[in-house]
């Protein structure tokens, strides 16, 4: 219990020092190009939006692999620690990321109208709804409680893959 309280207190250690270097370097970015100001900040969300959709592909793989995995095994102790880093490190920050710039996108190019811009909305808070099933799941994996079974998981993994086609073709396409 001590380690587990040691390795959260840990990652929120390095969650805040990772924030506090984006904000610093965000702070930079703008007091050097503040006209350029808007293409790096779209390429910041570009990138956070990569690292969110490269751990929410991820991750219901692994929960593919933990399901065959006997409770208790050195195995499944693995794949617990995989799901629950990659959750943290990656995932969680990703999306943070992401829907702040994100926001800030909409507001500073496009006022919050368009249609396009809409849809884009709402796909992105199922991406999050998602998000939150995943974090719940990685949780019931930690406590050897997951009922679901690996077709359960495949087929979850496919939901990610298609939100993000329609989010893409969304944002570039603009369609309406
Ligand atoms: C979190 C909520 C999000 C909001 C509010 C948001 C909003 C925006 C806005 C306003 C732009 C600028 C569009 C332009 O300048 O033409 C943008 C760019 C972009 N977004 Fe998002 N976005 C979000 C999440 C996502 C996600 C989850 C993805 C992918 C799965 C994504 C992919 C992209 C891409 C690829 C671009 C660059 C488009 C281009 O330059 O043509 N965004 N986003």
Redesign the pocket.
Known sequence: MADMSNSAGQAMKRMAIGIAALVVLTALLFLAAPDGF?SWA?AI??IA?IS??AGMLYLPRLFVYHVDAEKGSVQSETFKVMERRLLRAIINPA?IV??VF??W??WK??GFQGGW?HA??AA?LL??GLHGYLAGAVRKFAEDKNEKPARHWRIVNEIPTL??IV??VL??V?PF
């Open positions: 808007y779209k969300h570009v939006v969110w959709m999306m992401s829907w994100g926001l996108l909409a190019g496009f811009l884009k909305i992105v991406l999050s939100l993000m989010i893409v944002v570039v603009k």
